[in-house]
């Protein structure tokens, strides 16, 4: 069951993106990318920025007497939609799959004390004959915690989105990263949150 819905999740994702602009881009694109894991060292990411950017969030009631707050002592419920800084620290893998993709681990922290550790799949798209220019696709699956901000709904959750990098002559790399972390309707409510991530990556 857990393994269907994780192929359904990761479907919905991928439907979803195909009426986007960036895949139409991608598409124009494609006699000018090579696609693959050509590296053949690991990379280790470090990385600061914004979590819940879009500020999503739900009302939650957490008095004994739910959200009736005519009932003496009952507080009035608490709006889960702030920002938050968030902290990442990723590894991605030296084997490749299929020769395009690699696996990769990685744990957020924010300063509002939620933690979220996963596990995924990257690929790279180089751009220009120097391969400088990089997007990296990611999809994970992981386990969320939630801190004294939005409160997304359900441990497991499931984050896709992508990296922009600036890869330089010694393969470290520049960029940032955009990501949606969702529970894939695991939750009765599914609030989601959005992340922006300026990252450094080198070989390791």
Sequence with gaps: ???????????????????KAQVI?????????????????GRLSVGGGIHNFMQNGILRCEG??????SKSGNPAPVDYKQRS???SVEYFFSKQILRILKPYVGFNGTDKDAY????????????????????????????????NEIKLGNR???????DIYYRFKN???????????????????NPG?????LKYQIPF
């Design 1 to 19: 069951m857990l393994l269907y819905t994780i192929l359904y999740s990761y479907l919905m994702i991928f439907m979803r993106m195909l009426f």
């Design 116 to 147: 979220y550790g996963y596990f995924g799949f990257s690929t790279d798209f180089y751009f220009r004959k120097c391969k400088c220019f990089i997007i990296t696709p990611t999809l994970a699956v992981g386990w969320y915690v939630d801190g």
């Design 193 to 197: 949150a959005e992340q922006a991530i």
């Design 64 to 69: 004994k007497g739910g959200c009736d707050t």
């Design 25 to 41: 881009f991608f598409i124009l694109m494609l006699p000018y990318i090579e696609v693959g894991a050509f590296e053949k060292k």
């Design 171 to 189: 393969n470290v790399r520049v960029g940032v990263g955009f990501y949606h972390i969702s529970n894939a309707g695991l939750g009765e409510q």
């Design 85 to 87: 800084t968030v902290y």
């Design 156 to 162: 497991v959750q499931f984050r896709s989105g992508g």
